[in-house]
């Protein structure tokens, strides 16, 4: 990972945790928490600094995922961290790192017409499937509560993880929290993939991040889980969380061609997104495109801070 979305460890909020509540069903709390795993599985160059964040936050362990030096998926390049902590394992995946070639392939790399699920997606899940699918399995075994988050690419990665881990490893209870995640596949996989969990994830999205809206319905992607939404530089209503598991908000707009025209206009006009981060970085960020600042991880922190 890079600068880019790293984040300065004094931003790192020390109540992160303080609401995490691995027993009560849906929680803003615990959102918030997987929120903050979620950025903190960007600093896998620094595993120092994970510990000390780690500790801050209670948590009994924290540890970078462990992926094979040599893969036999050479373009795919996935990070994350696993922790325990209130009695609960967690996962959390690294997003899209700009200056990460191999992330981005992951990200355009949708595979065969056939398939239904974005390839690029399964083939970044199975780089780090040995260590993630082995916490699972002990997860099983102790009927130890799992919770599974992603931010961007590490959202879908997350997805398509909890699927797998369904039909391999024999999960059927886990809550995944998801944040500006794209569409990670089509009919047959969402189906299965709401059937199984789709009443435990939630999937959030914040302003008019562009992320979510992509791959497009018409090309035959849809998403999962719960949908909730928020304003550019809002708060997360947990009463606005849908029940159903059907939604595939946003979207470009009704017409593909000129929502996508509409979606490319927004880029460049509205509000600033704000942000909670004081570094030069942060303050920068204001200068990008409302509609890709308001997809950046810190923007998603703010909008579940208490």
């Not at 899940?125 to 988050?149: H, K, M, N, S, Y």
């Not at 969402?190 to 009443?199: M, P």
């Not at 550019?232 to 908000?249: I, M, N, Q």
Request: overall charge negative.
């Amino acid at each position: 990972m890079s600068i880019l979305v790293e984040l300065p460890e004094e931003e790192y909020s020390a109540t992160a945790f303080a609401d995490f509540a691995p027993a009560t069903g849906f929680s803003i709390g615990t959102a918030r928490a997987m929120a903050w795993m979620s950025q903190l599985a960007y600093e896998t160059r620094w595993p120092d600094k994970i510990a000390r964040v780690g500790r801050m936050w209670g948590l009994d362990s924290v540890r970078p995922l462990e992926v094979p030096v040599e893969s036999i998926l050479p373009l795919s390049d996935t990070r994350g961290i696993l922790a325990t902590g209130g009695g609960a394992a967690i996962i959390a995946f690294a997003g899209t790192d700009p200056l990460s070639l191999r992330n981005w392939i992951s990200n355009l790399y949708l595979g065969r017409p056939s398939a239904d699920v974005h390839e690029g997606f399964q083939a970044a899940a199975a780089v780090a499937w040995a260590d993630v699918g082995t916490v699972i399995e002990q997860c099983v075994a102790d009927d130890r509560p799992l919770f599974i988050a992603g931010h961007s690419l590490g959202a879908a990665i997350a997805i398509v993880t909890a699927d797998r881990a369904c039909s391999e490893k024999n999960l059927r209870r886990a809550e995944v929290h998801l944040f500006g995640a794209p569409r990670a596949g089509k009919a047959e996989f969402v189906d299965r993939y709401n059937s199984s969990l789709g009443a435990t994830t939630y999937r959030f999205v914040h302003g008019e991040d562009i992320v979510p809206t992509v791959p497009p319905v018409e090309w035959g992607f849809h998403h999962v889980g719960r949908f909730l939404q928020c304003e550019r530089g809002g708060r997360f209503d947990p009463a606005r969380l849908l029940d159903r598991v059907d939604s595939d908000e946003p979207s470009p707009g009704d017409d593909f061609v000129s929502g996508i025209a509409l979606r490319v206009r927004d880029l460049f006009a509205g509000p600033l997104s704000p942000t909670s981060r004081n570094d030069a970085l942060g303050r920068l960020s204001q200068l990008l495109a409302p509609s890709i600042a308001d997809h950046l991880p810190d923007r998603y922190c703010h909008a579940l801070a208490p």
